[in-house]
């Protein structure tokens, strides 16, 4: 009975996403995915990340796009503490410099508002202060970076710990370019974190501390691994944006 209502499920979600994006979709999805994720979680990821691919122009969907594994694909991470100011210089990188930026953290935060019961499921991992599967994670940065069409990419918010980052290098095949590491003291990260108006419910200060030792436990081993690889760019960011900004132009250039 389980397995006929799982079967049921997988049906209809599958379904779903052929009739918005074609069968095609539905099998490179299943392709890229049956190692990491089973059943009916495979069709509900497809149909939250089919969100993302209405993004994507059409002409641009399976074209110009290279390979993951390919190394003249250029990943950059960008590493920081919250509030640090990774989204706003990502945001003019990409204006000046043609990256194409993603958020683990919003894809991830997309993926719990889907509304599906694997979504549900992580959004309780989140407020229990657990962490969600690095091949969940993983899987939805490699499917957006497909869609994309580039081969230049800012991936900011990840990876969080070593953890991330080994699944990263399993799934996609290759490792970043280098790391842009935003450095900026926790005071003033606090103040900026309380400050700022994006109506997140993690910007409390109770929440900030928490989020600021879990940066320090498990993030920071992150950039010490790669400075251990001479792949750390360091960027002091408690100063101006247009301060910051043009540090960070003297790297990409």
């Known amino acids: 009975t389980t397995t006929s209502s799982s079967s049921s499920s997988s049906s209809s979600c599958g379904d779903g996403l052929k009739e918005r994006f074609g069968t095609a979709s539905v099998a490179w999805f299943r392709a890229t995915f049956q190692d990491s994720v089973k059943g009916s979680f495979v069709d509900n990821c497809a149909r939250t990340l089919g969100i993302q691919q209405h993004l994507v122009p059409l002409q641009l969907r399976g074209q110009h796009t290279r390979r993951m594994g390919e190394a003249s694909a250029t990943v950059v991470f960008v590493l920081g503490g919250p509030g640090s100011g990774k989204g706003t210089q990502c945001a003019k990188i990409v204006d000046s410099f043609g990256y194409v930026h993603f958020s683990a953290g919003d894809l991830l935060r997309q993926f719990v508002r889907s509304g599906t019961k694997e979504g549900n499921e992580c959004a309780e991992m989140m407020q229990q202060g657990k962490i969600v599967p690095s091949s969940v994670t993983v899987n939805l940065l490699k499917q957006a970076m497909k869609d994309s069409g580039s081969s230049k990419f800012l991936i900011d918010g990840f990876p969080r710990n070593l953890e991330n980052r080994d699944t990263f290098l399993e799934v996609v095949g290759h490792d970043c370019s280098f790391v842009l590491f935003f450095d900026c003291p926790e005071d003033v990260l606090e ?35 790669y400075r251990g690889m001479d792949k750390v760019k360091h960027i002091k960011t408690d100063v101006s944006i247009d301060e910051v900004f043009e540090k960070v132009s003297a790297i990409f250039k």
Do not use: C, S, W
């Open 191 to 225: 103040k900026r974190l309380l400050n700022r108006a994006e109506g997140r419910a993690d910007d409390n200060i109770e929440t900030i501390k928490k989020r600021f030792k879990t940066y320090q436990d498990q993030t920071m081993p992150v950039i010490e691994h």
